[in-house]
C-alpha cells in the first residue's frame, strides 16, 4: 500500500477518510455485534447468580439502559474547553462514587477498562475542541473526522463496561484513568500542531491496547473474556491509522523505526 504525503499529515486526506470510512463500518459491522453478543452472555451468567427477585429481563433492561445512556452521559459530560493546556481535566478523584475502587475480579477489570475509555474520550474531545478552535494551527477536516470516530468508538466502549458493572449493581465508572490522567495532562499541555497531537492519541491508544492484554488474563468469565477480545481490536486499529497519520508503518517502534513487539506490554495500567 503506497500513501501519498501532504504538508501537514503524511498521507492524503483521501486517505485517511478511506481508513476511517473503513474504521467506523468494521466498528459497526463486526466489532458492535461481537461485543453485544458477549454482554448479553455475561448478562445471562451474571442473572444467574442474582437474587430471585431480579430477573433476566429485569437485568438486560437495566444492562440496556445503562448502555443507551452511557454515551449521552458521556457527551453531556465532557468538560468546557477554554484553552489548550487547561482543555483536558479528570472528572474527579478515584472513589467508590466514581465507581473504581471496592471491586475485585472481572468487575474490577470492567471498572479499569471503563476509566481508560473514558480517559480516551476527555483526551480526544480536549483535542477536536482545540483543533476546531484553531489552536493547533492547519488541520485537516479528515483528521477531525476520525478523532470524533474514535471518539464514539469510546464512548461505546465504557458504556459497555459500566452497563456490567450498573446492571450487577455497581457504580458506573465516572472518572478517567488516575494514573494516567496527570500524565496525559502535562502531554497535552505541550501539544501545538496535529502531529503532537497524533503521537498522544497514539500513546493512549497504545496504552488501552497494552492494558486489555495484560487485564484479559486475569478475566474469570468466557463471556467477559470476549467483551475484552472485541474491543482491544478497536484500539489497534486507532493506533494503526495513527501510525500512518505519523508516516509509520503500523506496530509499535523504537525512535528510529525498528520493530519491537507487536504489542508489547510495557505501557499497560495494571
Known amino acids: 500500500m503506497r500513501f501519498e504525503t501532504n504538508d501537514i499529515i503524511a498521507i492524503s486526506e483521501a486517505e485517511l477518510a478511506g481508513l476511517t470510512t473503513d474504521l467506523d463500518a468494521m466498528h459497526r459491522e463486526v466489532g458492535m455485534p461481537a461485543m453485544n453478543e458477549a454482554i448479553d452472555g455475561w448478562a445471562d451468567d451474571i442473572s444467574a447468580r442474582a ?50 475502587t471496592g471491586l475485585t ?30 489552536k493547533l494551527g ?56 496535529v502531529t503532537g497531537l497524533a503521537q498522544l492519541a497514539l500513546q493512549l491508544e497504545n496504552a488501552a491496547a497494552q492494558t486489555y492484554q495484560v487485564q484479559s488474563t486475569k478475566l474469570k468469565s ?5 467483551t475484552s477480545s472485541s474491543i482491544q481490536p478497536v484500539e489497534m486499529q486507532h493506533a494503526a491509522i495513527l501510525y500512518f497519520v505519523l508516516g509509520q508503518y503500523p506496530g509499535v517502534q523504537t525512535a528510529s523505526g525498528a520493530p519491537l513487539a507487536f504489542n508489547p506490554t510495557s505501557t499497560a495500567v495494571s
Do not use: C
Open 51 to 100: 437474587p430471585r427477585h431480579t430477573n433476566r429481563r429485569t437485568f438486560l433492561v437495566r444492562a440496556g439502559g445503562a448502555i443507551a445512556g452511557g454515551a449521552a452521559l458521556l457527551a453531556v459530560g465532557a468538560p468546557e474547553f477554554s484553552g489548550v493546556a487547561s482543555a483536558l481535566t479528570a472528572s474527579g478523584p478515584p472513589n467508590s462514587q466514581g465507581g473504581i
Open 105 to 134: 475480579g472481572d468487575l474490577a477489570v470492567a471498572a479499569l477498562a471503563a476509566s481508560l475509555e473514558n480517559l480516551a474520550v476527555y483526551a480526544y474531545t480536549a483535542g477536536i475542541a482545540a483543533a476546531t478552535a484553531g
Open 222 to 226: 468466557k463471556k467477559a473474556i470476549a
Open 138 to 193: 492547519t488541520v485537516p477536516p479528515a483528521v477531525v473526522t476520525f478523532a470524533t470516530t474514535a471518539k464514539s468508538q469510546h464512548m461505546d466502549h465504557a458504556a459497555a463496561w459500566n452497563a456490567i458493572l450498573t446492571a450487577s449493581g455497581k457504580h458506573a465508572v465516572t472518572v478517567t484513568e488516575p494514573s494516567l490522567t496527570p500524565v496525559v495532562n502535562q502531554l497535552f499541555g505541550k501539544v501545538t500542531d
